[in-house]
């Protein structure tokens, strides 16, 4: 039977296990959800802060071994679960039931960006995630093309709300759903912030681990709208290795930083090609840009992401690389990404600093 005294025991024994990523012990991090205890037996439930993580096995292990050093216990069973934690503290009032959100950002167009908020959404939701995907990108909306053929599409439901189309089980919104595929949109700063207005307010996104944001390029209106209607968890900026986009990237961060939204980390896409045939690695668009500039900024390297056809041929088909072949050389590069960017979100969810609830001003 369950006595407190013997929950406390356990529960105390427990505190010298540390989550390796934040060193802070697994108790004070609230990730121990239940503890009952049968004898000299001990059964432990332990909520993973993401789907993505590095060592569950480790953790797991850890933990019974932990349990075990407990008075008058001698055998342990962890069962792990996964509690995504919320970082989005002012989404009380407009996406209640959204945790956090991820921007994904360039300072130029042409480097890839959707190709890695796709791919990262559905890295995400390959490992149980619940993602949703924002097509924030007015002038160039591209996810409709990459994603191919909803599941459900996007539709009008009662009380103005609108309802996301879903694809491979997540939740999508796009302009390119409301627009003619060859049709302009030729619109103003005002226009832009009103549809964004309505992506956040008027969608019914439901419940969401992550709600990844696909920002156009650049630091123009559209993307200081959508940081000022939602309090950003956290940013990922995708460049390519040569020089040109490096400094466009630069003023991106710059633009995320006066607006008060952590840098999760930088991908650099096309990092360099690979020959099928005979093996031969060039590097077309220079070396090590997107490391020297993580390096500069203070920020991770999430990854870097080949040049290859399959990449492009999973965007035209409509079936993101991550998800056609997610044991292949860039399936596992996203997910890779993925695992690295739910980690930044959890060291800011849990350890801060929080961007706060309500607008920041532009000076």
Not at 67 to 82: M, N, P, S, T
Request: charge should be neutral; proline fraction near 6%; include cysteine.
């Amino acid at each position: 039977m369950t006595t407190q005294a013997s929950v406390d025991r356990v529960r105390n024994a427990l505190k010298t296990v540390k989550e390796k990523t934040l060193g802070k012990d697994i108790v004070s991090l609230g990730m121990v959800k239940k503890i009952e205890v049968e004898k000299d037996f001990a059964f432990v439930q332990v909520d993973l802060p993401t789907p993505v993580y590095r060592d569950r096995a480790d953790l797991e292990k850890q933990v019974q071994q932990a349990a075990c050093q407990a008075d008058g216990i001698k055998e342990a069973r962890c069962i792990l679960g996964v509690n995504v934690p919320s970082g989005a503290r002012g989404l009380a009032t407009r996406l209640p039931a959204v945790k956090n959100v991820i921007a994904v950002a360039a300072g130029k167009g042409g480097v890839g960006k959707s190709t890695v908020a796709t791919n990262l959404a559905a890295a995400l939701r390959l490992h149980g995630a619940r993602v949703g995907l924002l097509d924030a990108d007015v002038y160039g909306p591209s996810l409709p093309t990459m994603l191919g053929e909803p599941e459900v599409p996007a539709s009008t439901r009662a009380e103005s709300k609108i309802g996301p189309a879903i694809y491979y089980g997540m939740h999508v919104i796009s302009v390119g759903f409301f627009t003619e595929r060859d049709g302009a949109v030729v619109w103003r700063g005002p226009m832009v912030h009103k549809l964004l207005q309505q992506f956040v307010g008027d969608v019914d996104w439901g419940e969401l681990d992550y709600l990844i944001v696909d920002l156009p390029p650049g630091t123009g209106d559209a993307q200081l709208s959508l940081v000022q209607l939602l309090p950003i968890t956290g940013a990922v900026i995708v460049t390519t290795p040569q020089e040109v986009a490096l400094i466009d990237v630069e003023k991106a961060v710059n633009m995320f930083k006066k607006l008060e939204v952590p840098i999760l980390g930088v991908v650099e896409n096309m990092s360099y090609y690979l020959c099928p045939a005979c093996g031969h690695h060039d590097d077309i668009f220079a070396l090590g840009g997107g490391a020297k500039l993580a390096e500069h900024l203070g920020v991770p390297l999430l990854g870097e992401v080949p040049l290859d056809r399959r990449v492009r041929y999973g965007g035209d088909e409509g079936k993101p690389i991550v998800l056609s072949a997610p044991d292949g050389e860039h399936g596992k590069i996203f997910q890779e990404i993925s695992q690295r960017a739910a980690e930044g979100v959890m060291k800011i969810v849990l350890s801060g600093p929080r961007r706060p609830a309500g607008l920041v001003q532009i000076k």
